[in-house]
């Protein structure tokens, strides 16, 4: 968030008021109709993205319900949030208040004018500048923020601290010594890297830390603007701009264990649950399912040691939770309200504790998590920089061209491929 967690599952629709089952037409005209039979009473539609964190946001709204007796709250988690909240879109029934995932999807509802303007909201003045600005990257309706963010998820390598202290071998601040450390395992015939090739996604979080450390500033930007043009040979490219983070990320991957590509994320989690590797290119997200399975692990987390130069490390995070509201709610001034109480610094740090998330809050407390406690510094001091795969149209197979990167190395037809296809993309565009 995810970046969050994309392990696809079966999901049941669950409400936090009504029949523990409803169909989904029942379910939009409660949407549409957006207040009780009492004329006193506003019922306001909560579309919730995260099957994890219903029950956090069914205490949430059970609190706020309590201070405000004339305002209910419907909680809609929907399966597949991105194709639902399309769906709701096409038929024109925008909930009244959201959780969405801050990701490429959501830059292009906002281009399109389909969320509220948060500018004025007291709520997003309580929110740090850099969390704002990840949300206005991924795209504005004019200069407006359409999103508060809620929640930080960060992508980080995920450690054994059991197997570093058997080994002597400290936290890595340089790419020299995250390979040094690689070394050190591979020589003593532990896997260094769990990998789980069987599904394209696990390259994503290498993909954006490395490319978010190692890519020119503004690279995006400048992409956009070179258009239909963009080749090798071109001011900007991937081809020119993205090769270090490229020939890093086979590095990387070429420390997996022998049948990585027959392993999932579920089966990832386990095996680093039961000490079978001594680190995993995780996100934050996979740490609740790894202890899940072995909650006695001694792990913590550290961010990817991109270059040589300690200082220029970053923590790659993504607005794990955004948010938002439909721009024409008749429940604005209610939306306000809950939206207010959600953004309390308790609700945000009781929210983070529970889902190993950080706080967007000016001033917040360092995360309490011990396994979050080697990023705390990075998220205090601001160092801190969003997904680069949501800048990314998602026309663009990226996963696939990333996973077969890994699988067969070959650097050039990987660049070589994503400038064609950003080819394809401009020339579809009305953005010229």
């Not at 029934?93 to 509220?116: H, Q, R, S, W, Y």
């Not at 601040?173 to 069987?198: M, N, P, R, S, V």
Request: a negative charge; charged letters at 20%.
């Amino acid at each position: 968030m995810h970046q969050d967690n994309p392990q696809p599952r079966r999901r049941r629709r669950r409400l936090t008021k009504g029949a523990a089952t409803i169909s989904l037409a029942a379910l939009m005209m409660a949407a549409v109709a957006g207040c009780s039979t009492d004329s006193d009473q506003v019922t306001l539609n909560f579309f919730q993205f995260k099957p994890e964190a219903v029950a956090d946001f069914d205490r949430l709204i059970a609190g706020f319900e309590a201070e405000n007796p004339g305002i209910t709250v419907v909680q809609n988690h929907q399966p597949e949030a991105d194709t639902a909240l399309r769906t709701l879109l096409v038929k024109d029934k925008v909930p009244d208040v959201m959780t969405l995932n801050a990701n490429g999807t959501f830059g292009e509802l906002t281009e399109a004018g389909i969320f509220a303007d948060m500018s004025a909201n007291p709520a997003l003045a309580t929110v740090a500048d850099a969390s704002i600005k990840i949300v206005t990257d991924l795209g504005q309706f004019g200069d407006e923020i359409s999103g508060v963010p809620f929640a930080l998820a960060a992508s980080s390598i995920i450690y054994n601290k059991t197997i570093f202290a058997e080994h002597d071998v400290e936290v890595p601040q340089t790419w020299d010594e995250l390979i040094a450390a690689a070394d050190t395992f591979q020589a003593a015939g532990i896997t260094a890297f769990y990998g789980t090739l069987k599904e394209q996604w696990p390259v994503m979080p290498a993909f954006n830390n490395l490319g978010a450390a190692l890519l020119p500033e503004n690279f995006f930007d400048d992409l956009r603007a070179e258009g239909t043009d963009v080749d090798a040979d071109s001011a900007v490219s991937f081809s020119a701009d993205y090769r270090e983070a490229a020939e890093k990320i086979t590095k990387l991957f070429s420390y997996n264990q022998k049948g990585a590509a027959s392993r999932d994320y579920n089966a990832g989690n386990k095996a680093f649950a039961d000490g079978e590797a001594a680190m995993y290119l995780q996100g934050t997200f996979a740490i609740a399912p790894i202890l899940a399975n072995n909650p006695d692990l001694d792990l913590g987390t550290f961010p990817y040691p991109a270059s040589n130069d300690p200082a220029e490390n970053v923590l790659v995070t993504g607005v794990d939770v955004v948010l938002a509201a439909g721009r024409d709610t008749p429940h604005r001034a209610e939306v306000d309200k809950f939206i207010a109480y959600l953004m309390r610094p308790e609700h945000v740090a009781a929210y983070g504790e529970a889902q190993s998330t950080f706080s967007p809050l000016v001033d917040a407390e360092p995360s309490t998590n011990p396994y979050l406690a080697g990023l705390n510094d990075f998220v205090a001091q601001g160092r801190i920089t969003g997904y680069i795969d949501h800048q990314i149209p998602a026309s663009i197979p990226l996963q696939p061209l990333a996973q077969q990167l890994v699988l067969d190395g070959d650097t050039d037809a990987f660049l070589t491929d994503l400038d064609n296809e950003w080819r394809k993309v401009a020339a579809r565009s009305t953005k010229r």
